[in-house]
């Protein structure tokens, strides 16, 4: 079966950098996404890695390994406007996304 | 402006009733997708098309059935057969998970 792993809750402050992490276990691989969802909201699309690295966008980067089937959504200079849930999601060639549990970012004052 | 559209936004079903959900877009996108959302969970993979008049189970399709019959629509039947179905579906669509998928804003369904 697949699995994905991410922590359920994470809390910082604002103006800080915090990490959130995916493991993934899965019968095939071709990619790892990131999305962000406010409460009530839909998902947006934040990145894709295909390839091991670090992919960088504005305040929010992500980061895959492959050979550790590990990736991590890096966001910097926090605001309150990040508290929102973030889902990782592994593309295994099956041409749609399998979504993991979801972790609760809370930025505080 | 393009987009994906869900409606209704909240609906309310008798237990037994069988209910369609609508989702439309203008995208031009040839992949849909239906999602279902339980409170604090993760999203799980309903049913998926690829292309008009072609789709495929995802990991929880008891319960559901769909039709691609137009681009543009990809409606999801909830029917009597789902024995939990109260929940927030999301529709989506996209061109390759490379570029991201566009969501709806979703319809929270409730069974009384």
């Known amino acids: 079966g697949q699995s994905l792993e991410q922590p359920s809750e994470v809390t910082a402050v604002e103006g800080a950098i915090v990490q959130i992490n995916c493991t993934y276990q899965?019968?095939?691989?071709?990619?790892l996404s990131w999305y962000q969802q406010h409460d009530g909201g839909a998902p947006t699309f934040l990145s894709y890695n295909a390839l091991d690295g670090l992919e960088e966008t504005g305040r929010f980067s992500s980061f895959l390994s492959r050979s550790d089937s590990y990736g991590y959504l890096l966001l910097q200079e926090l605001q309150m406007k990040d508290s929102a849930s973030y889902f990782c999601a592994v593309d295994t060639g099956r041409r749609a996304l399998t979504f993991g549990s979801g972790t609760r970012l809370q930025v505080q004052p | 402006d393009g987009g994906i559209t869900q409606s209704p936004k909240y609906l309310f079903r008798k237990e037994g009733q069988n209910v369609t959900l609508s989702c439309e877009q203008n995208l031009n996108h040839d992949a849909m997708y239906w999602y279902r959302q339980d409170p604090g969970q993760g999203l799980r993979l309903i049913y998926y098309?690829?292309?008009?008049?072609?789709?495929q189970k995802g990991d929880i399709a008891e319960g559901y059935s769909v039709s691609r019959e137009k681009k543009e629509s990809f409606p999801l039947t909830v029917t009597s057969a789902q024995k939990n179905p109260t929940a927030f579906y999301l529709c989506a669509s996209g061109t390759g998970t490379v570029f991201g998928y566009t969501f709806g804003s979703g319809t929270r369904l409730t069974v009384v």
């Open positions: 899965t019968s095939g691989f071709y990619g």
């Open positions: 098309s690829q292309i008009v008049n072609d789709f």
